[in-house]
């Protein structure tokens, strides 16, 4: 069952004509992974993603590796690599806004 959703989501994020870094079609796999971690809708995390950083990640996002602007004291939060920085995204979505109830 993961390969036929993982493969409708790699199909989904390849070639997007508004992603004009390729960034969902390199990192489809691990959005993936990560929403099945963390329990979240993949479309959701690439839209908030898309939504934060711009389709072509704003270079601010690029740099900290910080795709839906997390802040701390009024900064942008400073991750260590994409992998790093999309965990922490899917991470901090399920453990401060996933609740029970929504």
């Not at 740099?63 to 999309?86: A, H, R």
């Amino acid at each position: 069952m993961r390969k036929n959703i993982l493969q409708y989501i790699k199909k989904m994020l390849t070639n997007l004509k508004q992603d004009t870094s390729g960034f969902f079609e390199q990192n489809s796999e691990l959005i993936y992974d990560l929403c099945e971690k963390y329990q979240i809708n993949e479309i959701f995390f690439c839209g908030l993603i898309a939504g934060e950083s711009g389709w072509n990640i704003a270079s601010n996002h690029r740099s900290t590796y910080n795709y839906i602007s997390l802040m701390y004291k009024g900064k942008l939060k400073q991750f260590k690599s994409v992998e790093d920085g999309l965990e922490q995204a899917a991470k901090a979505l399920h453990n401060n806004y996933l609740t029970e109830g929504g």
